[in-house]
T-cell receptor, first 117, second 111 residues
């Protein structure tokens, strides 16, 4: 199998605080992980690509200092939303490559709903 | 720049009938993959079918098949014998590593 988990599934925080979201590949080593953001009734937008042991590559328009990504091991990537504001409220989804299945196949986590008050 | 366009925001079909979801894309890459993902209300992204761009043969997975027209950059999804469980948002995606997603098509199945 190729299972990806995310924690927490839901988080509510106050404006100005930081929130960390974890993405884990449970039964395979993920060479590359991706972080997406999805607004209500909208598509997924890629935020960044992370490879184990190296700095994440951010998409144009994504603030590196606001969305900190760490890929410390082959099974764990974290997204930290720093100094969160209400406009950061969204559904965040991670995916991982390297599991069973065809090459270039991404396995998605169940997502994290972030609400910033 | 890579773009993926799904021109049908919503589609509906009678149970047991066939429905086709449209997708067009644009890319400068020569080696890429195309995917259809299903996102039910749980929001979990589920891979429905994938197509390697270098393969001419259209991919098929049980009731799901694609019509891949490389020259036209078209990648439609056909769902045969629609079932109530097929109701979901369907996203077309293109890429080799990084994926670009279309806007999505909400599919409703009428019993």
């Amino acid at each position: 199998g190729a299972v990806v988990s995310q924690h927490p599934s839901r988080v509510i925080c106050k404006s100005g605080t930081s929130v960390k979201i974890e993405c884990r590949s449970l039964d395979f080593q993920a060479t590359t992980m991706f972080w997406y953001r999805q607004f209500p009734k909208k598509s997924l937008m890629l935020m960044a690509t992370s490879n184990e042991g190296s700095k994440a590559t951010y998409e144009q328009g994504v603030e590196k200092d606001k969305f900190l990504i760490n890929h410390a091991s082959l099974t764990l990537s974290t997204l930290t939303v720093t100094s969160a504001h209400p406009e950061d409220s969204s559904f965040y989804i991670c995916s991982a490559m390297g599991g069973a299945g065809g090459p270039h196949e991404q396995f998605f986590g169940p997502g994290t709903r972030l609400t910033v008050l | 720049a890579q773009t993926v366009t799904q021109s049908q925001p919503e589609m509906s079909v009678q149970e047991a009938e066939t429905v086709t979801l449209s997708c067009t894309y644009d890319t400068s890459e020569s080696d890429y993959y195309l995917f259809w993902y299903k996102q039910p209300p749980s929001r979990q992204m589920i891979l429905v079918i994938r197509q390697e761009a270098y393969k001419q043969q259209n991919a098929t997975e049980n009731r799901f098949s694609v019509n891949f027209q490389k020259a036209a950059k078209s990648f439609s999804l056909k769902i045969s014998d629609s079932q109530l469980g097929d109701a979901a948002m369907y996203f077309c995606a293109q890429g080799a590593q990084k994926l670009v997603f279309g806007q999505g098509t909400r599919l409703t199945i009428n019993p």
